[in-house]
Nanobody, 111 residues
Framework: QVQLDESGGGLVQAGGSLRLSCTAS????????MNWYRQAPGKQRELVAR???????DYADSVKGRFTISRDNTQNTVYLQMNSLKPEDTAVYYC?????WGKGTLVTVSS
């Protein structure tokens, strides 16, 4: 079993930046593909970014060029650096791997 613990959310003005962190329990982090999802009010959960165990990354079109996913296997942590934030980025952001989800961290971007 893998437990995921997100942090780093908060309130930021449009154009600002935040960095989300997700720390995983256990000793298998380095072989896990890790994902960030988000769910805005009244909308379906959507994939924002993903990173493979080898470090390959992929992004939703809506965040390309603004968000960067990275990982530190020594810290069992995956990050989501979010720049040039927009009000439409407001959502609960979730860390995910295999069948495991974190509890989410709220990001609110004010206009």
């Amino acid at each position: 079993q893998v437990q995921l613990d997100e942090s780093g959310g908060g309130l930021v003005q449009a154009g600002g930046s935040l960095r989300l962190s997700c720390t995983a329990s256990g000793s298998v982090f380095r072989i896990l593909h890790m994902n960030w999802y988000r769910q805005a009010p009244g909308k379906q959960r959507e994939l924002v970014a993903r990173i493979t165990s080898g470090g390959d990354t992929d992004y939703a079109d809506s965040v390309k060029g603004r968000f960067t996913i990275s990982r530190d296997n020594t810290q069992n942590t995956v990050y989501l650096q979010m720049n040039s934030l927009k009000p439409e980025d407001t959502a609960v952001y979730y860390c995910h791997t295999i069948v495991y989800w974190g509890k989410g961290t709220l990001v609110t971007v004010s206009s």
